[in-house]
């Protein structure tokens, strides 16, 4: 049973442009929501984490976006560059259990 | 600071093997796991610790087995190897149960089973 959700599986953007992933969770009882981003061949790195207190967090130029009500959050990386190229994960957890679900990755590509 | 190490970073075993995976880290963290990552399937738990002594499975235990007997190591063992392991596995580790808590990850080890 997979208990996030995640799309795509890959994305293409252009430089510049507005990178979105979405995820969607069926267990209610997360409220604790961190994005990973991983290079190839590096394991991977905490980028942003929202908890459902609030609808939307901003560090930079990664957002996330949240609802509750749906049991839906997404990533937006806006000016995407070339750097931004990576596999991306959502994940889920109860906070403060540090057991984390994951969604299944989106290998995002930014061209030129 | 060496955050979380693992060895080795690439391997090869014979369906039937028996290896292990090392995983230390110098963070003082109470938290450490073992994730396994294979393509279209993201992360899935295998094992964790929360402490020195105490482990516990996650969602894909079967064929593996951890023991904890320091804060710092979690070493990961392949009782008898099958080409279903062949995949990446990564160590992770935190602090418990502390707000805004970052989990770590190590970089990885890749396992083939031949």
């Known amino acids: 049973q997979q208990q996030v959700k995640q799309s795509p599986q890959s994305l293409i953007v252009q430089k510049g442009g507005i990178s979105i992933i979405n995820c969607a969770y069926e267990n209610t009882a997360f409220d604790y929501f961190p994005w990973y981003q991983q290079f190839p061949g590096k394991g991977p790195a905490l980028l942003i984490a929202?908890?459902?207190?609030?609808s939307e967090k901003k560090e930079g130029r990664f957002t996330i976006s949240f609802n509750k009500s749906a049991k839906q959050f997404s990533l937006h990386i806006m000016d995407s560059q070339p750097g931004d190229s990576a596999t991306y994960f959502c994940?889920?957890?109860?906070?403060?259990?540090?057991?984390?679900?994951f969604g299944t990755g989106t290998r995002l590509t930014i061209i030129p | 600071n060496a955050g979380v190490t693992q060895t080795p970073k690439f391997q090869v075993l014979k369906t039937g093997q028996s290896m292990t995976l090392q995983c230390a880290q110098d963070m003082n963290h109470e938290y450490m796991s073992w994730y396994r990552q294979d393509p279209g399937m993201g992360l899935r738990l295998i094992h964790y610790s929360v402490g020195a002594g105490i482990t516990d499975q996650g969602e894909v235990p079967n064929g593996y087995n951890v023991s904890r007997s320091t804060t710092e190591d979690f070493p990961l063992r392949l009782l008898s190897a099958a080409p279903s392991q062949t995949s990446v596995y990564f160590c992770?580790?935190?602090?418990?149960?502390?707000?805004?808590?970052?989990?770590?990850f190590g970089e990885g080890s890749w396992l083939t089973v031949v």
């Open positions: 994940a889920a957890s109860v906070f403060g259990n540090e057991k984390l679900t």
């Open positions: 992770a580790s935190s602090y418990v149960r502390a707000p805004g808590n970052t989990i770590y």
């Open positions: 929202i908890r459902p207190d609030v």
